[in-house]
């Protein structure tokens, strides 16, 4: 019986000493080594760069590596150098506030007090304003005198002759202020390809083409003329 008791007693030493105890310390993993972020439309290396527009928000793209290169799955803390550029939520989030350029940058402890970081360059542009562009300003002369007035019952059309569209935008003005430039603007924010006529009393019609009236990401870009009316 005594033989038994020593026999489990030997068995119970060496399975601690194999590692078996239940009880025993796991041993530490590997302390983050080097977080990399990035976003959007982001460059790589010293000086990437994150392009905004106001009002938009991008996601942050980022990993923490332990030193043989394996992700931790650590949580970074991120800091925006100026948040009336650029704001971050504590989970990368960007929200683009203000024109100009702000370093975003994120975090991780390390060991001790020391701390492994990495940063992109955020430039944020104006965004799409709330005005309503004119697509054609016209401005009208005296063809002889180069007199911008006075005109009397002038009417403004221009009609879209795209394909597929058939839109007429017209304008009258029964005068005009001698010695000054009046100007009128048709087809606020419609892009396409016009016609566009002129009339006045005492005039020629003045007539122009395949007025082309183009769109940008926010509003038409737009097209001047000046209607040179020939006296009747």
């Known amino acids: 019986m005594k033989r038994s008791l020593l026999a489990v007693a030997s068995l119970a030493s060496l399975g601690s000493a194999l590692g078996c105890n239940p009880t025993g310390s796991v041993q ?14 982001s460059g ?13 928000t991008i996601s942050i793209v980022y990993g923490v590596a332990d030193i043989f290169g394996v992700q931790t799955g650590v949580q970074p803390f991120f800091i925006s150098r100026d948040v009336r550029v650029v704001t ?20 991780v402890n390390t060991t001790g007090n020391n701390f492994t970081g990495d940063s992109i360059l955020v430039n944020v542009s104006g965004g799409c304003t709330q005005e ?6 016209i ?27 058939d839109s007429t935008f017209i304008a009258t003005v029964p005068a005009s202020v001698s010695g000054s430039t009046f100007l009128v603007g048709l087809a606020y924010e419609h892009a396409g390809s016009y016609t566009v006529t002129i009339r006045a009393a005492g005039y020629k019609p003045w007539i122009k083409t395949t007025v082309a009236v183009l769109k940008d990401a ?15």
Not at 49 to 54: A, K, L, N, P, R
Not at 218 to 232: D, G, K, M, Y
Request: net charge positive; charged share 10%; hydrophobic share 40%.
């Open 28 to 41: 530490a993993l590997p302390p983050p080594n080097k977080i990399t972020m990035s976003a959007g439309n």
């Open 132 to 137: 309503a562009r004119a697509g054609i300003t």
């Open 218 to 232: 926010c509003h038409v870009i737009p097209v001047s003329l000046t209607a040179r009316l020939a006296p009747q």
């Open 139 to 165: 401005a009208v002369q005296d063809s002889l005198t180069g007199s911008p007035g006075p005109f009397t019952n002038v009417s403004y059309v221009a009609k879209d002759t795209s394909t597929f569209n």
């Open 88 to 107: 971050v939520t504590d989970y990368g989030l960007l929200y683009a506030n203000g024109t100009g350029q702000a370093y975003v940058a994120a975090f």
């Open 44 to 56: 790589t290396g010293p000086g990437k760069t994150v392009v905004m527009s106001i009002g938009d």
